[in-house]
């Protein structure tokens, strides 16, 4: 039981490039979040996906994408990365009747140059 | 927007002593309110919740209180431990209960 997997750890970009930072859980949740965390701000909301199917935008979605491929996976796209979007990403899950309880993987940090 | 934000930044505590760190919300709407600790280099742990009908709520060495008239939450660890030592963070479950959002959270030191 692995919990939230992200993939990759770390990655270095080139202002423009884009990529997807994957999230998988194997917990059987419903709900997925992507966070953002810079230092002293501590984690903001991106896009949650309240269940397979769906998704909306939290505090901070501009300049991102997010696809809930299936229950398990929810991926979040950068389509043309800033050095602002330079930040420590975490994904993390609920289940429908915990909701509280978020499980979160290791992280990604992103460095954009 | 409504947020939810933490009075102190950090806090330095000797091992033993109780510590307590506070939180600041301004939805009325929220639902639950939550605790998590977060150890350097690692994702967000949950520690304890509590739904926004309760003043108090105890778990392991942790009590949440929760101040509705002044809209404030603390968290208490009883006697600190060295593996106490982390960032805390607030977080809250938004309106339609979905969302869950953070605050700036308190980096916790214990001295031995």
């Known amino acids: 039981n692995a919990g939230v997997t992200q993939t990759p750890k770390f990655q270095v970009l080139k202002t423009g490039q884009s990529m997807t930072l994957q999230c998988a859980q194997d917990?059987?949740?419903?709900?997925m979040y992507w966070y953002r965390q810079d230092p002293g701000m501590g984690l903001r909301l991106i896009y949650y996906?309240?269940?397979?199917?769906?998704?909306d935008k939290g505090e901070v979605p501009n300049g991102y994408n997010v696809s809930r491929l299936n229950k398990r996976e929810f991926s979040l796209r950068l389509e043309s990365a800033a050095p602002s979007q330079t930040s420590v990403y975490f994904c993390a899950s609920t289940s429908y009747w915990v909701r509280t309880e978020a499980f979160f993987g290791q992280g990604t940090r992103l460095t954009v140059v | 927007g409504e947020s939810v934000g933490l009075h102190l930044p950090t806090l330095s505590v000797q091992e033993g002593d109780n510590s307590i760190i506070n939180c600041a919300y301004s939805n009325s709407a929220s639902d639950y309110f939550i605790w998590y600790k977060q150890e350097s280099g690692k994702g967000p742990q949950f520690i304890i919740d509590i739904r926004s009908n309760m003043d108090k709520r105890q778990g392991q060495r942790v009590t949440v209180l929760l101040n509705k008239t002044v809209k404030h939450l603390s968290l208490q660890i009883a006697a600190t431990q060295p593996g106490d030592s982390a960032v805390y963070f607030c977080a809250e479950n938004g309106d339609n209960n979905n969302d869950m959002r953070f605050g700036a959270g308190t980096r916790l030191t214990v001295k031995p």
């Open positions: 996906s309240a269940s397979e199917g769906t998704t």
């Open positions: 917990m059987n949740h419903n709900s």
